[in-house]
């Protein structure tokens, strides 16, 4: 079986390459073509799949191309992991929002709104390759925004395209854990968009355990999500909100601390990477050793600002271990692939799942994963603090969409001037010609 990387020059490949390297499963990947328009990204990761393949007789095997004709052509999977504008873009889009006082997150509020408007042209040109190319893969997208980018995606490849993320399989595990039970077999009710979602239920051997985490607050304030809200907060919500919740009920404090802080998440990635791939120039240097060191330092620092906000501490060492989103995307390919079937979070088509969204909306919600792909179980409705948010931002993802299809600069204003972490038309002009001016993948805005 082949499957197709898009961004195979990402720092976090390893971690999908050594998840293929366990599989020792009959159908399993047999050859890996690494796709990205940057060589020297791209031969620094080759190396350290090298290294990570050393000793393993059955390896997938990996090749490498710039051409992405070539790449997707006939394959099997693909999982798209771009990133348009690469980590530059990233510290560019959190400095043209905090300069304006609101947040420039890369998915969440105007960083998540100026990053989708970057990527959803090249996410569709993408979707278009794959439909005429190979139109019996699936795609598997893991590029932020996730569910903005795969709701673009599906207009051309229909269910065919399934967006993952590994924060509600993180939480659920660790409430899971919490409670006792087993995290694999735990079935969690969870339901939102992507970065936007609730966990209003956990069942372990058919009872839900999660009112029992709710009236423990010794239990409950264990937990990541007990230390970034508060479990006074977690009550009264009768929910556990993703962590990427924490930007709207946190906002001023996150803001606060993200201007107060040395540098942003994405400066301090952006020089991270720039430090890696230069150390991965020189020949000498221990490939997969120098990965590992840089992805430990990474994993200890995410969300820092909304920890430090919070006053929550340093990160669990549980929770610094891999095993998030590339094992959600080999499980989904694996249960696509031999009808092994399997229940997972994913970010799909609506359907009828959620009444208070259309039907081509892309939710983040369990799945039964088949043959046929991945198909959304019924969850109860929305309580309406969630409701209000989940159609508020569902609003803009729209406006996002209309302002890359058409290029229209009125629809790109719209989208940051109803994002509820923006708080004026006025500052939502600015945003859009601070953004035109530092990005140039944006002058398609007229």
Known sequence: MRLTVLGGGGFRLPLVYGAL????????????????????????????????????????????????????????????AIRVGGLEGRAADEHVALAEGVLGQETVGA???????????????????????APDAWVINFTNPAGLVTEAMARHLGDRVIGICDSPVGLGRRVARVLGGDPDTAFIDYVGLNHLGWLRGLRIDGRDQLPRLLADPGLLGSIEEGKLFGTDWLRSLGSIPNEYLHYYYYNRETVRAYREAEATRGAFLRDQQARFYGEMARPETPALATWD???????????????????????????????????????LMRAIAHDSRATLILN?????????????????????????????????????????????????????????ESGSRTAAVKAFALHPLVDSVTVARRLVAGYVDVHPGLAYLR
């Open 21 to 80: 390297l366990r599989d020792h499963a009959p159908g399993r990947v047999t050859d890996i073509v690494l796709h990205d328009v940057d060589t020297a990204r791209l031969t620094a990761i080759a190396r350290v799949l090298a290294d990570q393949a050393a000793g393993v007789a059955d390896a997938p095997r990996v090749t490498v191309t710039t051409d992405l004709d070539e790449a997707v052509r006939g394959t099997d999977f693909v999982f798209s």
């Open 111 to 133: 960083g998540g709104i100026a990053y989708g408007l970057r990527t959803v042209p090249v996410a569709v040109d993408i979707a278009r390759r794959v439909a005429r190319l």
């Open 293 to 331: 060191r840089t992805r430990a330092e990474r994993e200890a620092t995410y969300m820092a600002h909304n920890r430090e906000a919070a006053g929550a501490g340093e990160r669990a060492a549980e929770d610094l271990e891999s095993g998030g989103y590339e094992t959600v995307a080999l499980a």
């Open 348 to 404: 799909v088509r609506n359907g009828t799942t959620l009444s208070v969204l259309d039907a081509d909306a892309v939710i983040e919600v369990p799945c039964l994963v088949d043959a046929n792909g991945a198909h959304p179980v019924s969850v109860a409705p929305l309580p309406y603090h969630a409701t209000g948010l989940v159609c508020a931002v569902k609003a803009v993802e729209r406006e996002v969409l209309a302002a890359a």
